[in-house]
């Protein structure tokens, strides 16, 4: 049996398993970067072992049953003490409803799915038993110090937009997931930089993105980018907990120049819980009632901006440092 730690920042997650790489295709959410003890409180246990998923109980009503994503058929039910997420013959995930514990099954050869939605949802579970949250947003560091959240529906362009702004000078947290904490006096966040997916367009309006990709276009015309690849043109942060300075809502304008104005918070906390707060047929859980809260919290604490991405993205990060009052990058 071989455990990992993981650092949440201010809090510890311990992975367990019998096969080491198990523990590194969960790894993989932190860039590999783990420790032998832990830094910190212990706040979750996940442990992940190799063989045949879990399976629905004959005559269970299952909280939700249908597609997830990208990922196929899933079925999520309430078990006796634990909550549970099936990918049917592919991987299961059960969160302890007694103790900050999950546990997660893959199928031989289905080692990738570790990092997808039963990965992520126990990633959620930690952080909530640390006092912090998920998001799925992109994260960029200001050269104040301070990271801008970046909300986006799907198709809004947040990959595109977060590289464009990266190349012009901004530190890259995260194209796509963002740990908060709304606890202290101000709040904070801090990203999990990842290897990329790009699309094909996405490399056609950053033509830099293109010497960078690797292996062939997908079926749905997207290429990887390595993170170390992207390390060598834009500015990677490192994993650390830093002041929100403001939260964005993603849109495509349309228009030629790209926006930055001021809008409601109304408007970026429904996107917000409309992209991140799940629903059953039994209703909200008290887990993503919880994460609704906390996301009311993070809105209601830092301004709320509109930004409108126009047909070129390179102008978005002086956009942006303007509406913030940031008249220039520093050197």
Request: charged share 20%; aromatic share 6%.
């Amino acid at each position: 049996m071989i455990q990992k730690f993981f650092d949440l920042q201010g809090a510890t997650l311990r992975v367990t398993a019998v096969q080491p790489v198990l523990v590194d295709f969960y790894g993989r959410i932190f860039a590999g970067r783990s420790r032998p003890l832990p830094t910190s409180a212990l706040a979750y246990g996940l442990t992940i072992t190799s063989g045949q998923p879990l399976s629905m109980p004959e005559d269970t009503e299952p909280l939700y049953e249908g597609p997830i994503l990208d990922e196929g058929d899933a079925q999520f039910w309430q078990g006796p003490d634990a909550r549970v997420l099936v990918f049917p013959g592919i991987i299961s995930l059960s969160l302890s409803d007694t103790a900050r514990e999950a546990s997660i099954i893959v199928a031989p050869g289905a080692e990738e799915r570790i990092v997808m939605t039963c990965g992520q949802l126990a990633l959620q579970a930690a952080l909530l038993a640390a006092n912090q949250f998920l998001v799925h947003a992109a994260g960029l560091t200001l050269p104040d110090g301070r990271v801008a959240l970046i909300f986006g529906r799907s198709g809004a362009g947040k990959t595109t937009s977060t590289l464009a702004m990266a190349a012009g000078g901004l530190g890259l947290c995260s194209d796509d997931a963002m740990a908060c904490n709304v606890s202290g006096e101000r709040p904070t966040a801090w990203g999990m930089p990842r290897s990329l997916k790009v699309h094909r367009r996405t490399a056609e309006m950053l033509p830099w993105v293109q010497p960078l990709l690797s292996g062939d276009w997908s079926a749905e015309d997207e290429r990887p980018v390595a993170l170390s690849a992207l390390r060598t043109t834009v500015s990677v942060e490192s994993i650390a907990a830093r002041e929100i300075a403001a939260v964005f809502v993603l849109e495509r304008s349309g228009e030629l120049a790209s926006r930055c104005e001021p809008t409601s918070k109304a408007e970026v906390l429904a996107l917000a819980v409309a992209d991140n707060v799940r629903s059953t047929r039994a209703g909200v859980p008290q887990v993503e009632r919880e994460l609704f809260k906390r996301l009311g919290e993070l809105v209601r604490a830092v301004p709320a901006y509109r930004l409108s991405a126009g047909s070129d993205p390179t102008d978005l990060a002086p956009v942006m440092l303007a509406a913030l009052n940031i008249p220039k990058l520093l050197a």
